[in-house]
T-cell receptor, first 113, second 115 residues
């Protein structure tokens, strides 16, 4: 079991560029989510999904898109990167529709210049 | 508006003593509370949780206490060990719709256990 995997580990973008952060889990979990971690702000929920084809917004969804075509994958798309999106991004999954422990990936450190 | 607050950014404790990490929340509709531990350059890992219908949950050296009237929870680590040095996040789970929940995290407390 690989658990939750994220790629890439590091990424540098220029303002205005787009990219997709990849997230995959092999635990057959229904619930997947994306967070960003910023100094002094803790972990803030960007988007989450309770199953294939179902997504919803979290606290800070602006500038990000998600889709969930399979149970395993939950990619996060930055449409037009901005310096304010410089952060560490974590993907997580849970079997309990968001009630219960989440399993986190190792994170992607993104810098937007 | 920060619904889950960890007011102490850092805490230092001697090895073998008790570490107490605190968390306050504002939303009385939270159903479930969790603590996560995070080491540098890694994702958070689950530590312990408590349902809103309980006031205490224990797992080995870790105990979480919930005081609903004060909207306060705390994590006790006894005895503290150097390997416990990490950032600790509390999180609360709130129902959204159709049996779905989402988490709100606190800002974290950095615990340093001194040998």
């Amino acid at each position: 079991n690989a658990g939750v995997t994220q790629t890439p580990k590091f990424q540098v973008l220029k303002t205005g560029q787009s990219m997709t952060l990849q997230c995959a889990q092999d635990m057959n979990h229904e619930y997947m989510s994306w967070y960003r971690q910023d100094p002094g702000m803790g972990l803030r929920l960007i988007h989450y999904s309770v199953g294939a084809g179902i997504t919803d917004q979290g606290e800070v969804p602006n500038g990000y898109n998600v889709s969930r075509s399979t149970t395993e994958d939950f990619p996060l798309r930055l449409l037009s990167a901005a310096p304010s999106q410089t952060s560490v991004y974590f993907c997580a999954s849970s079997k309990d529709r968001g009630l219960g422990e989440q399993y986190f990936g190792p994170g992607t450190r993104l810098t937007v210049t | 508006d920060q619904q889950v607050k960890q007011n102490s950014p850092s805490l230092s404790v001697q090895e073998g003593r008790i570490s107490i990490l605190n968390c306050d929340y504002t939303n009385s509709m939270f159903d479930y509370f969790l603590w996560y531990k995070k080491y540098p350059a890694e994702g958070p890992t689950f530590l312990i949780s408590i349902s809103s219908i309980k006031d205490k949950n224990e797992d080995g050296r870790f105990t979480v206490f919930l005081n609903k009237s004060a909207k306060h929870l705390s994590l006790h680590i006894v005895p503290s060990q150097p390997g416990d040095s990490a950032v600790y996040f509390c999180a609360a789970s709130a129902g959204v719709s159709s049996g779905t929940y989402k988490y709100i995290f606190g800002t974290g407390t950095r615990l340093k256990v001194l040998a």
